[in-house]
């Protein structure tokens, strides 16, 4: 391994260079700065023309999407730098057999007994209580709280400055908008999506979208599988 440089097992490209892809980029660099050690990302894969052969945060566009196998026969992790929970699962599902790296910023606190599952990211200032499961490829985002006993399941979505009681449920690929409240003990179904500003008194069926004080629900969500 050259000197100063990320051995193989743990250099990363994020798949998607928008705005969510550069906020875990900065995550990343954020850890390494705390462990003094060089950054892990190698740059970005992306598939739209306008970026090819660019930049974002200062590190390169190396390509479209579909390269990623060629990275991931180098020894290459990856995480996905979508923040729709929706199109995030399909990036995941194109891409099946990738090696997920995690990203957790050293600002966040997460009890010792809370479980990250592969490519869950974890932004600034969240703060996670105790015998929480987060699933695979979930997003907890800037300054959110969870309470003891939640289950995420995969690409669930948790907004900026939204709260989650305890013994919250978090059904695959739904969505807590900013600064939304779940209150303890509710469940929101797969695919389901709970408007920013909300608050949830009663559980959220599947693929239902709610909103307001309390939360009602006003329509159904446009899958994009």
């Given at each position: 391994m050259t000197e100063g440089l990320p051995g193989k097992e743990n250099r990363i490209v994020i798949l998607?260079?928008?705005?969510?892809g550069r906020g875990i980029l900065e995550i990343l660099r954020a850890d390494s700065e705390r462990a003094d050690l060089p950054c892990s990302v190698l740059g970005f894969l992306d598939d739209r023309d306008e970026l090819q052969a660019g930049t974002c945060g200062g590190l390169p566009i190396l390509g479209r999407m579909g390269e990623a196998r060629r990275w991931a026969n180098e020894g290459?992790?990856?995480?996905?730098?979508?923040?729709?929970?929706l199109v995030r699962r399909r990036v995941v599902r194109a891409t099946e057999g990738l090696r997920f790296?995690?990203?957790?910023h050293?600002?966040?606190?997460?009890?010792?007994?809370?479980?990250v599952g592969e490519g869950a990211v974890i932004a600034?200032?969240?703060?996670?209580?105790?015998?929480?499961?987060?699933?695979?490829?979930?997003?907890?985002n800037l300054n959110a709280t969870v309470g003891h006993d939640c289950h995420l399941d995969a690409f669930a979505t948790v907004a900026p400055g939204s709260n989650l009681g305890g013994f919250v449920r978090l059904g695959?690929?739904?969505?807590?908008?900013?600064?939304?409240?779940?209150?303890?003990?509710?469940?929101?179904?797969?695919?389901?999506?709970?408007?920013p500003g909300s608050?949830?008194?009663e559980d959220l069926p599947d693929r239902r979208v709610a909103?307001?004080?309390?939360?009602?629900?006003?329509?159904?969500v446009r899958s994009v599988d």
């Open positions: 998607g260079a928008g705005g969510h290459v992790r990856f995480l996905v730098g979508v923040g729709d929970p790296a995690t990203a957790v050293p600002s966040a606190t997460l009890y010792g007994d809370v479980t600034a200032g969240v703060v996670v209580a105790a015998a929480t499961l987060i699933g695979a490829h979930a997003l907890l695959e690929a739904s969505f807590v908008g900013l600064n939304a409240t779940v209150v303890p003990g509710r469940t929101i179904g797969r695919e389901a999506r709970l408007g608050v949830l008194l909103f307001g004080l309390p939360a009602r629900v006003v329509d159904r």
